[in-house]
T-cell receptor, first 114, second 114 residues
Framework: AQTVTQSQPEMSVQEAETVTLSCTYD???????LFWYKQPPSRQMILVIR??????QNATENRFSVNFQKAAKSFSLKISDSQLGDTAMYFC???????????FGTGTRLTIIP | ETGVTQSPTHLIKTRGQQVTLRCSSQ?????VSWYQQALGQGPQFIFQ???????GRGNFPPRFSGLQFPNYSSELNVNALELDDSALYLC?????????????FGSGTRLTVV
C-alpha cells in the first residue's frame, strides 16, 4: 500500500521569506504522480502544483516549486516570497498511474507572519 | 465555469440515523470522488464514480454508498451513523484524469454525529 508522510505538523515563517515543506512517500510502482494541495480556512482543497514521476525536471508554478528526489522518495514544496494568503494547511498527495485515487499525508499547517 | 458545489455545508445527525450529502460537479467533469477528512487528518478516499458506475472504493464499510446521476452530480449516503463518522466530507470532480492532472474539490460538508 502507498503511504505519504509529512513530518512537519506546523510551520511558520515571516512574510516575504522562503519556506520548504517536506513530504516523503512509499510505493513500489515506477509510474505515479505527486501533488501539493492547499486547504485554507474555507476548507476547499486547491491544487498548488503537480509532478509526474517519469519527468526529471522539477515542476514550478510561479512562487511554488518542488524538489523531487525519486530515489529518496521525497517531494518537498518550496514557497518563495511568502504572502499572507499562503497561510493554510498543505497536503502532499500521491496517485498511481491508472488509479484515480489520491492518497494524502496528514498535512502541514503553515502560518505566514506579517 | 462553475466549480464543485456541495450541500449542505453543515449537518448534525444522531447516531443510528441516515444522511445524504450532495455534490454538483464542475461543468464538463464526468468523474466524481468522495473523501472523508477527520479532524487533524488528511482526506481518505471513500469511492469514485465515472459515468454513473462505481469505479473504485477505499476501505469503507458498505453503509457508505453513492450515486452519480446523468448530469454527473452525485450523492453520498451513509446509513447507521456512528460517532466516528463525524468528519468533513469532500467531493472532488475531474474530466476522468484526476489521478494525473488533479481534481477540483468542493468546500465540503461538515457532518457531526451526536
Amino acid at each position: 500500500a502507498q503511504t505519504v508522510t509529512q513530518s512537519q505538523p506546523e510551520m511558520s515563517v515571516q512574510e516575504a521569506e522562503t519556506v520548504t515543506l517536506s513530504c516523503t512517500y512509499d510505493t513500489s510502482e515506477n509510474n505515479y504522480y505527486l501533488f501539493w494541495y492547499k486547504q485554507p480556512p474555507s476548507r476547499q482543497m486547491i491544487l498548488v502544483i503537480r509532478q509526474e514521476a517519469y519527468k526529471q525536471q522539477n515542476a514550478t508554478e510561479n512562487r511554488f516549486s518542488v524538489n523531487f528526489q525519486k530515489a529518496a522518495k521525497s517531494f518537498s514544496l518550496k514557497i518563495s516570497d511568502s504572502q499572507l494568503g499562503d497561510t493554510a494547511m498543505y497536503f502532499c498527495a500521491f496517485s498511481n498511474f491508472g488509479n484515480e485515487k489520491l492518497t494524502f499525508g496528514t498535512g502541514t499547517r503553515l502560518t505566514i507572519i506579517p | 465555469e462553475t466549480g464543485v458545489t456541495q450541500s449542505p455545508t453543515h449537518l448534525i445527525k444522531t447516531r443510528g440515523q441516515q444522511v445524504t450529502l450532495r455534490c454538483s460537479s464542475q461543468s464538463g467533469h464526468n468523474t466524481v470522488s468522495w473523501y472523508q477528512q477527520a479532524l487533524g487528518q488528511g482526506p481518505q478516499f471513500i469511492f469514485q464514480y465515472y459515468r454513473e458506475e462505481e469505479n473504485g472504493r477505499g476501505n469503507f464499510p458498505p453503509r457508505f454508498s453513492g450515486l452519480q446521476f446523468p448530469n454527473y452530480s452525485s450523492e453520498l449516503n451513509v446509513n447507521a451513523l456512528e460517532l466516528d463518522d463525524s468528519a468533513l466530507y469532500l467531493c472532488a470532480s475531474s474530466s476522468g484524469r484526476g489521478g494525473i492532472y488533479g481534481y477540483t474539490f468542493g468546500s465540503g460538508t461538515r457532518l457531526t454525529v451526536v
